[in-house]
T-cell receptor
Framework: SQTIHQWPATLVQPVGSPLSLECTVEGTSNPNLYWYRQAAGRGLQLLFY??????ISSEVPQNLSASRPQDRQFILSSKKLLLSDSGFYLCAWSPPSGTQYFGPGTRLTVL | GQQLNQSPQSMFIQEGEDVSMNCTSS?????WLWYKQDPGEGPVLLIA?????ELTSNGRLTAQFGITRKDSFLNISASIPSDVGIYFC?????????????FGAGTQVVVTP
């Protein structure tokens, strides 16, 4: 069966510091991968999606970037965090043109 | 972004009562999904609908894909305390090379004993 992992589970970072969140998927190959941000426990905002290694599409221009160095690895990064980057970050995977399955999430607090 | 209208925003119900929530859209979808999210966790898929008019059950949960393809509803029968959480609908298009979803804003369900 397929599983999706996110690391770390929680993170507290100062403003201006860099960020790296990792998402990995097991039990499937060539998944579509997604990064979402959720503020205040409501509303899912799609940030990035990827249909293959090195292929990243951005939905919202912002302070964040994403990379997909391996088939089942998706990384969310920032060079300098802003206060507004705080939130709950969710990674999801789907088979091509399929239903999305979410990871456990990373709670990011920027102080 | 969110282009689905999900209602109600919140519900306070007593244990044993039935719950009903719905989503409507101005766009046509060929997939409707319902997720539940517990505090501090990722959304978990409850029911997936792939055909207009489809009615699907998962235990005490029942969801329907509207015949117009612009709406869907979720019913929870005989609610129990563990039904507490936020329920999200999502509409999708499976005809593209990837499955982009549009999400509703969520329905928060609180169950009192």
């Amino acid at each position: 069966s397929q599983t999706i992992h996110q690391w770390p589970a929680t993170l507290v970072q100062p403003v201006g510091s860099p960020l790296s969140l990792e998402c990995t998927v097991e039990g499937t190959s060539n998944p579509n991968l997604y990064w979402y941000r959720q503020a205040a426990g409501r509303g899912l905002q799609l940030l990035f999606y990827s249909v293959g290694i090195g292929q990243i599409s951005s939905e919202v221009p912002q302070n964040l970037s994403a990379s997909r160095p391996q088939d089942r690895q998706f990384i969310l990064s920032s060079k300098k965090l802003l206060l507004s980057d705080s939130g709950f970050y969710l990674c999801a995977w789907s088979p091509p043109s399929g239903t999305q399955y979410f990871g456990p999430g990373t709670r990011l607090t920027v102080l | 972004g969110q282009q689905l209208n999900q209602s109600p925003q919140s519900m306070f119900i007593q244990e044993g009562e039935d719950v009903s929530m719905n989503c409507t859209s101005s766009s046509i979808f060929n997939t409707w999904l319902w997720y539940k999210q517990d505090p501090g966790e990722g959304p978990v898929l409850l029911i997936a609908l792939y055909k207009a008019g489809e009615l699907t059950s998962n235990g005490r949960l029942t969801a329907q894909f509207g015949i117009t393809r612009k709406d869907s509803f979720l019913n929870i029968s005989a609610s129990i305390p563990s039904d507490v959480g936020i329920y999200f609908c999502a509409g999708g298009d499976r005809t593209g090379s990837w499955g982009k979803l549009q999400f509703g804003a969520g329905t928060q369900v609180v169950v009192t004993p």
